[in-house]
């Protein structure tokens, strides 16, 4: 079933799914949310210009409203309508700039946090209610870069009922919310399955892409409004997104680097990784040396961003072009996915076409996560299920179907290991078997009787000897044990318990039963290695086989006479 699974179809699905959905939830314009009135309000404010006088707001999206900066500093107003009523709340969404908000001259709100070596504020929604005595009066909004640059980005305001702003940050965060933990459970997942078969794969694929996993979906996590305004501008929560972000292209850049076969490719892996290493060295050096915030160095970090997604897409696109064919097709159209939705996003963070900076490239990385994610537990499928195969076939091998002793393969198995190990301080010790009479069982009795007769002397030797180790049949009717820690005392009484076992045998079937053996113990003043070991106790076996042979015919010629004396 795994096999069969459609890959570009399950991606084409995702694709379609999550476009339309996350486009039901960035509509913007004045528009009902969620059921409830939020009101983008930006470009109904006025900006003051370079004479000091305010004049209206021309040219803004709602991604973000770029203006020069004057002296570092740039300001808005917004008249507040005598309709309004009590209740109402206007919420202000800074990035890179502190912010003084009053009404008239009245200071409602001032932050201006440059903690931690950040030139610039900690980014934050600034929400105030409107208050019954603020009707008719004009908001002034002041935003401070601290001279970091020549522009000041507005990026939103929203005006509506106080609660309904904030429900409005929960449920738009919560695709992103959703997003972000199921990749970062993903990545969990792809981590264990990374622990769990480490010891039988020498690569290290599944770990860098579920740690890639994991960043990427705190990184969707980070960004969300709901976030942004429970962490209050705390300026551990800035870094963290910084360092985020500084992360983001290096385990994804070794996942590439491990399934690429050409080593020119290879090596263009390998520049790419040591100058996204080097970009965060660098950019937490500038910053809390004081130079050089993380802000201001943003450009590098993208750069390196798109050197990671852009080598395998280029790789791919030659690919194609060159007729090669590819087994995962879904695989490679998801990486081409995720490639083109992160190389958006980027350039979306300077060309500010929408609010959210990474609006298309979460999707594309849950796409390309599932499908590896796919993909490997395929993987390990066929891996438990030909294991399993594996070991039935071994066990068929390893066992004779017939008398379940073990087969002379294994017997082979064990004597190849132990003649490649230095037994000279061990007593091992080799016993042979032979089943007498088996050809005479075989003709006298049939073969089902013949048959029954290997098992029961195969059990009586197993019950016997089974302390020892395990029985090996060698021959048609010949067995062997092997014994790695012989103890004289202990053998004695394992063939006085074989010798008993036959005679109750015996007398239960009415039918005559013999066991021969012979024993050798390793010493390495005669023997080479075990296979003379073995040797000496076949010798022995058939000598106790012949003397059995010869005793036993004597038994019977005596026994003849003795009845034919009578019958006189």
């Known amino acids: 079933m795994l096999k069969k699974i459609n890959y570009s179809l399950i991606i084409t699905l995702f694709v379609t799914i999550f476009t339309v959905a996350y ?23 006025e900006i003051m210009n370079k004479d000091g006088e305010y004049v209206p707001v021309e040219g803004y999206e709602k991604a973000s409203y770029n203006v020069k900066a004057m002296d570092g500093k740039a ?59 603020y009707l008719g009066k004009y908001v002034y909004i002041e935003f401070d870069n601290n001279g970091t640059s020549d522009d000041i980005s507005f990026n939103e305001a929203y005006l509506g009922q106080s609660e309904d702003i904030l429900e409005y940050f929960g449920k738009s965060s919560m695709l992103r919310v959703v997003c972000g933990i199921w990749l970062v459970g993903l990545g969990l997942f792809l981590i264990l399955i990374w622990i769990a078969v480490k010891l039988k794969q020498q690569d ?4 860098y892409i579920g740690s890639f996993s994991i960043i990427m979906g705190l990184w969707a996590v980070s960004g969300c409004p709901l976030i942004v305004y429970l962490m209050n501008g705390n300026p551990l929560y800035r870094i963290f997104v910084f360092e985020l972000l500084l992360l983001i292209a290096i385990p994804i850049t070794f996942f590439n680097r491990a399934i690429e076969i050409s080593r020119k490719v290879k090596k263009a ?31 590098m970090t993208f750069i390196s961003m798109i050197l990671a997604f852009l080598i395998p897409v280029i790789c791919f696109l030659g690919r194609v072009l060159m007729g090669i064919r590819f087994k995962e097709e879904g ?35 849950m796409i390309y996560i599932t499908a590896i994610a796919i993909e490997h537990i395929r993987a390990l499928y066929e891996i438990v299920y030909n294991g399993q195969k594996a070991q039935m076939f071994k066990e068929i091998a390893h066992q004779d179907m017939l008398t379940k002793a073990n087969s002379r393969t294994a017997y ?81 009484d394992s063939i006085l318990r074989m010798q008993r076992a036959v005679v109750e045998c015996q007398e239960a079937t009415n039918k005559p039963m013999s066991i021969s053996y012979g024993y050798a113990i390793y010493e390495h003043n005669i023997d080479k290695n075990i296979y003379d070991t073995a040797k000496r106790a076949d010798e022995l076996m058939y000598k106790a086989k012949r003397e059995g042979k010869l005793k036993r015919k004597q038994e019977q010629e005596k026994a003849l006479k003795q009845e034919q004396e009578k019958g006189q």
Not at 23 to 34: I, L
């Open 23 to 45: 486009a039901s939830f960035t509509t913007t314009g004045k528009v009902h949310k969620f059921g409830k009135e939020i009101v983008p309000i930006v470009a109904d404010m």
């Open 75 to 133: 300001y808005f107003r917004y008249k507040l309508a005598d309709e309004y009523k009590p209740g109402m709340a206007i919420a202000i969404r800074n990035t890179e700039a502190a912010v003084k908000i009053s009404i008239e001259d009245k200071k409602i709100i001032k932050y201006a946090d440059y903690s931690f070596k950040f030139k610039s504020s900690i980014g934050r929604y600034n929400i105030f209610d409107i208050e019954k005595q």
């Open 204 to 207: 290290n694929e599944i770990l």
């Open 269 to 299: 892996y390998d520049i790419a990784i040591i100058i996204m290493l080097i970009n965060v060295v660098a950019a937490n050096a500038l910053h809390f040396a004081g130079i050089k915030d993380f802000n201001e160095t943003l450009g």
């Open 331 to 365: 695989m490679h159209f998801a990486k081409i996915i995720l490639a083109t939705t992160v190389i958006i996003d980027i350039l979306n963070y300077f060309a500010k076409w929408y609010s959210d900076d990474s609006m298309y490239s979460r999707w594309g990385l």
């Open 412 to 492: 082979a198995e064990v004597m190849e290991d132990m003649a490649n190990k230095d037994l000279e301080d061990k007593k091992v010790a080799i016993v042979a078997f032979d089943v007498n009479d088996l050809k005479v069982m075989n003709d006298t009795y049939g073969h089902d009787e013949g048959d029954r007769y290997l098992k029961d002397c195969v059990r009586i030797i197993t019950d016997s000897f089974g302390s020892f180790g395990e029985c090996y049949r060698t021959g048609g009717d010949e067995f062997a044990l092997i014994i790695s820690n012989f103890n004289d005392s202990r053998f004695e």
